[in-house]
Structures are given as structure tokens and as C-alpha cells.
């Protein structure tokens, strides 16, 4: 979208009424495009979420209507309720949210990267050694995240 409004703003004829209708043109399909990929992105994530849920629903139905009958005897109907009302929730509530973020923070952090190389294309040389470097960081944090976690 900048580059649509430095080329109409250096444009000699940006005050007549068709290079406006022009430019106005361009503006105006760059932010339906927008609008269409935003929300097809939405109706995909709701619609794989939707699917994801229905299926570990299945698998664990299936698990407990084959489970011995001891199962039954050891576990309370309410446990077992819990665990399916809990398990289904976190697919329909947390998890679309989180892969939402997830999908937003990588666009985000793949348009800054390419910025960032168009204009600095020495940057690319700088990194893959931070590439390199970041990998054995990332498995240390992990590591250290899930014991932390599990303190909790």
C-alpha cells in the first residue's frame, strides 16, 4: 500500500479526476484482496479446528466405550465427563486462538525478515551463523520450559 501511495503522491497528474479514480482503484482492490485472504484464513483455521475436535472427541469415545470394565469401577462418572468436557473445550476455545497467533506472529516475523533483506541484503550473510547459533538455544530453552512446567 505505500508503494501505491508514493507512486500516486509523485504522480504529475495525481490531480485529475482519472489518475485518482486509478489509484483509487488499485487502493481499493489491495484492501478487499486483504479483506478475502483475511477471512479465508479464518473460515480454514474454524473448519480444521472444527474437524481436529471432532476427531479426538471420536478417538476418545472410542477408547473409553472399549475400555475394561474395571476402568468404570476405578473412575467416576464425573472424571470422565471432566475429561471430555475439558479436552473438547481446549480444541474449541484455546487451540484456535493459539494456532491464530501463531499464523499472525510468523507472517509477521516473515515480512520484517524480507524487509529486512530487500534493503539490507548483507544481512542475509549474518543470518545463517545465527540460524546455526539459534537452533541448539531453541532445544536448551524447550528442555528447560517443559521441566519448568512440570514444577508448576
Known amino acids: 500500500t505505500n508503494g ?9 497528474n495525481r490531480d485529475d479526476a482519472s489518475a485518482r ?9 489491495m484492501g478487499v484482496t486483504q479483506t478475502v485472504i483475511f477471512l479465508s484464513k479464518e473460515i480454514i483455521l474454524y473448519l480444521a479446528c472444527a474437524k481436529a475436535s471432532r476427531l479426538i472427541h471420536e478417538q476418545l ?12 469401577d476405578t473412575n467416576p ?9 475439558s479436552d473438547v473445550d481446549s480444541m474449541d476455545q484455546t487451540f484456535p486462538a493459539k494456532v ?4 499472525n506472529s510468523l507472517t509477521e516475523v516473515i515480512g520484517i525478515v524480507a524487509v529486512i533483506i530487500y534493503s539490507t541484503p548483507s544481512f542475509l550473510a549474518l543470518m545463517i551463523p545465527i540460524s546455526i547459533l539459534y537452533y ?7 528442555s528447560s520450559s517443559r521441566q519448568i512446567r512440570r514444577l508448576e
Do not use: A
Open 4 to 12: 501505491v501511495l508514493t507512486t500516486w503522491s509523485d504522480d504529475q
Open 21 to 29: 479514480d486509478f489509484y483509487m482503484t488499485i487502493y481499493g482492490c
Open 61 to 72: 469415545l472410542n477408547k473409553v466405550m472399549h475400555s475394561p470394565m474395571s476402568f468404570f
Open 77 to 85: 462418572m464425573g472424571r470422565i465427563l471432566n475429561r471430555f468436557s
Open 100 to 103: 491464530d497467533d501463531f499464523l
Open 136 to 142: 541448539p538455544l531453541q532445544k536448551l530453552y524447550l
